[in-house]
């Protein structure tokens, strides 16, 4: 008898554990298909641009929020060699050095709160954000992670003294709330999604 519930107990388990895995391709499926379909719907954007500060934009009338990195605001100070100095202004002149050098191509498909556009930009084969992370005037946020480390290695930007993190000075001077669980299950999404289209499993 004993052997007979046992052998129940693990069937059981094993159809439970299917149902869930079958549960989770189907919802991993149908995101990747909203996501694809949002992909589609996607903008690619040229023109006159102007820069509100280190990672804000404007390009061809469109309110543009560079993708994957957060730079010290406009008004933030940090601090280098014992000396106080204006990072925010810094991290703005490094963005409109980098947008002088050509044609600004922005691609995007989502929007954040304020309703700017989330985009990737580039000037030639110079990808805006990796290119302010690399030069130390703008932290990784989801993307850019190794790039960071390297600039924080080699002490460029902020990381040549010390800083608040643009978030922690926006919730103290703006009073924005820090990201909670909505950001995170933001990049948890983010995460499923690689993984499923195979950026994520090594393909």
Known sequence: ????????TRGRRSIRFMDILLTLLLLGGIALLVDRVQR????TLRGDVIVHDGDTLTLAGERIRLEGIDAP???QRCTSNGKDYACGREA???LRRLVAG??????GYQRDRYDRLLARCRVH???LGEALVAAGWALAYGDYDAVEAEARRAQRGIWAGSFEAPRDWREEHQGE?????GDLLRRLWEWLM???SGEGSGT
């Open 194 to 196: 690689g993984w499923f």
């Open 177 to 181: 709330p820090r990201p909670g669980d």
């Open 102 to 107: 050509g044609e600004v191509t922005c691609e």
């Open 1 to 8: 008898m004993r052997g007979r519930r046992n052998r129940r």
């Open 125 to 127: 084969d110079t990808d």
């Open 73 to 75: 605001e406009f008004q």
């Open 40 to 43: 589609l719907g996607g903008q």
């Open 92 to 94: 703005l002149r490094a």
